[in-house]
Every structure is written in C-alpha cells, then in structure tokens.
C-alpha cells in the first residue's frame, strides 16, 4: 500500500492529475449496536423541537434511508476548529498557518475570533465591518488584494487566508467581482436505518422518529411556587445573567400572579419536571459511515503566479493542510450528547488515478500529516516564493456589532 507522500500531492495538483482522495471509515456505537445514537437536529417550521433529516442513499445495491448524523458544513467546521485548536495552542508548524483575526471588547475582556471558525471565513460581516489600524477593513490595500483575487490568481488568498480556498468562501455582499470558493473538502456521517415498504409499490418511506421521556429531580421539591414579589425579586436579583428574554419572560408570567396567591418557578429553573415523551429519541442504524472527500481537480482550478511547476506546490500544499485538518477532526469524534461513536476499522484511503483505476494509500496520523504539511510548505517556499508567517491580518471588530449580539430567540 503506497503512502501518502509530497510526490503524490505534486502528482494531484499537476494537469491530469488524480480527480479526488476518499476516506471512508465504518463507525459504530460506543456502548455497542444495540444503542440509538443522535442524529443532527435542523429546524423544522412544522415540528416542535426540531426534525432528523433522512435521504435515500445506495448501501451497495439495495436503496435504503440513511440519517444525517454529521453534515457536510458542520464536519467542515471540526476540521476547522481543529486547525484553529492547533494554532491557539502555539503548534510550531501550524502557527504559521496564514489566519485572519478580529478581537472585540466586551464586558472588560478581549474577545478574539479568526478567519477558519468565522461563518464566511475571510468574507465574514465581522471582518469587512472592521478596521485595520483605523482605516475601515474593505478600504485597505492587503483586504482588497484579498476579495480582488480569483482564480487565475489567487496568491492573495494563500498568502491571507488558505482555508478560504480549502474550505470554500463567498464574497456574497459585494457589488461585483464577487469571490465564490467552493470547498475543496467535503465530508459527512451517515448512518443506515431501517425503513417501511409499500406492499402495494415496494417504494420505502421515511422511518417515524420515537419520542424519548425527559425528567429533571429537584430535591428540595417537585414544585416550588412563588409568590408575585417573590419572583419578581429573584428574577432582578439575577437580571444580570439572564437574557433578556428570559427575564421579561419570567416578568411577565409573575406580573400574572394575584395577590394571596402563588405559581410554579419552573421558569427560574426551580422544581422538578415529571417523566414526559417530548424529545425526540435517538435512531438505530445497522451501518454508520464517515466519508471525507478531497477534490484536487478543484485546486487544480487555482492558480498562483508561480508557473507550473510553482502552482503545483502551492496546491500540494493546499491539499496537504486540508489533510492536516482532516486527520486532526477524524481523531476527535465529539458530535453531541447521546452521541458517542468509535472507529470500528482503519478509515480506507484510495486515490483515484482514472479511468476507473484506484490506488489504495495509508491513512495519514497526526503526526504523519505534520511532517506532509511541513515538506510541502518547505517545497513550495522553494519553488513558488510562497511565504507562511502566521497572523496575516489583525481587524478590531466594531462595537456597534458585538453590543448588538443577543441570544438566540431574543431577536426580532
């Protein structure tokens, strides 16, 4: 089995080159099989509470309902959180990383946020609405060198922000010349479950999703209720630390209480909660699969002012820091409460080399993607002038912005 080396990522990002890189990594369970795990939850208008998405995918030849336990944007922000854990923590290698950073002043405190978590990365609102030494960011020469390139030249965006071109970005704001980056890397968990057919047709329908029982114990007692001064004081006491919704709200509902009488404080989390079925429960899937996919024909789209040989290594080493991410996010299989998952086998890594050829390669630790990372920035120092020195631009977030940040379902 070939390992994966800078030759080959030189090799990828060369004219006719391999098309993409998978990994696909059968996952399971933690507690075994015979566990339910949870799905990603999306906002449903019609559903309280929220809904799991379904689609209908090929496991081998049979058609079956696969559930969306990590999506394809929020496994794209792992590998991004991962990188940006590395460069916080000092990494001597990934420090050099070239990153955006926007700091806020809040309650006393500096706030600081980078390009790689940022929603839009280097097109986010909160970095155009800045400024860069006290001059708006979007009138600065090194901002608009960024949202001016594109892909016949995108050396601004390596040397600035190259998660933009590895993870994708959108200038969506702009009047013209707008960026559009899609991502290079995709990836996503999915988790085969067992679905109904039509006797009549044969065609499959989306399983129904369970009801789960939710309780919450109060020792001092199942129900505490509270006179209308009594809540009202308590809830001033801590004005402080709730938000405003939930203080108005629990405001109101004392306001409602009359005189010689009193009510539940469930609102100012005081009491406990009887068993009831109101939170959807988890899913049981037969199959669990994480796939990552790397396309170098999309790097191969990109170009850096560095001739052939020279665009070839900036794209190897675009290629090898999305792998760095990749590696990074894999080792780390934190989703969400209820669940935990585990590896059930090595991830397979295959290579496509064209016309229906594949070449299967070693998958890559984190310590291996460090020293791929380390010779393809080294190689492409060498032959494409390419200079990575860490924090490229510093913007002070505007005021107005974070004084405006409430919490979500307080806005209008």
């Not at 969306?68 to 922000?77: A, G, H």
């Amino acid at each position: 089995m070939r390992s994966l080396d800078l030759d080959v990522l030189l090799a990828a990002g060369s004219p006719g080159g391999s098309s993409c890189l998978t990994s696909t990594t059968t996952l399971e369970p933690a507690g075994g099989r015979h566990t339910s795990v949870a799905p990603a939850k999306f906002a449903d208008r019609a559903k309280k509470g929220g809904a799991y998405a379904y689609e209908q995918r090929f496991l081998g030849d049979e058609s079956r309902y696969a559930a969306i336990i990590d999506s394809k944007q929020s496994q794209l922000n792992r590998a991004e959180q991962a990188l940006a854990q590395a460069i916080e923590d000092g990494h001597p290698l990934l420090s050099r990383v070239p990153h955006v950073q926007v700091t806020y002043e809040r309650d006393g405190a500096v706030e600081r946020y980078y390009d790689l978590t940022l929603p839009h990365r280097v097109f986010d609102g909160h970095i155009r609405a800045g400024t860069i030494d006290g001059v708006p960011t979007t009138q600065t020469p090194e901002y608009r060198a960024v949202r001016d390139a594109t892909p016949a030249n995108a050396r601004a965006l390596l040397q600035t922000s190259p998660v933009t071109l590895v993870f994708g970005g959108w200038d969506s704001s702009r009047r013209s010349r707008q960026g559009r980056w899609r991502s290079a890397l995709v990836g996503e968990i999915v988790g085969f479950v067992t679905a109904s057919r039509d006797r009549t047709t044969g065609a499959l329908s989306a399983p129904a999703t369970a009801l789960r029982g939710g309780a919450r114990v109060d020792p001092v007692g199942m129900q505490i209720n509270l006179t209308k001064k009594s809540m009202t004081e308590t809830a001033t006491r801590q004005q402080a630390e709730l938000s405003p919704g939930t203080y108005n709200d629990i405001v109101k509902a004392a306001n409602g209480i009359k005189a010689g009488e009193s009510r539940s404080a469930s609102a100012l989390g005081l009491g406990g909660i009887p068993p009831t079925l109101d939170q959807l429960a988890g899913v049981a899937c037969d199959t669990i699969i994480r796939t990552h996919v790397l396309s170098f024909a999309t790097l191969r789209q990109m170009r850096f002012g560095a001739g052939v040989d020279g665009d070839a290594a900036c794209r190897a080493l675009l290629a090898a820091l999305a792998l760095n991410a990749l590696a990074r996010s894999d080792a780390e299989l934190c989703l969400r409460a209820n669940c935990d998952l585990v590896e059930a086998e090595q991830p397979k890594v295959r290579l496509d080399q064209r016309g229906g050829s594949f070449a299967d390669v070693e998958p890559l630790s984190i310590d291996a993607a460090d020293l791929l990372l380390g010779e393809a920035l080294a190689h492409a120092e060498k032959v494409a002038d390419v200079t990575w020195s860490g924090l490229a631009m510093r913007v002070t977030g505007n005021p107005d912005i974070v004084s405006g940040a409430v919490e979500t379902g307080d806005g209008e």
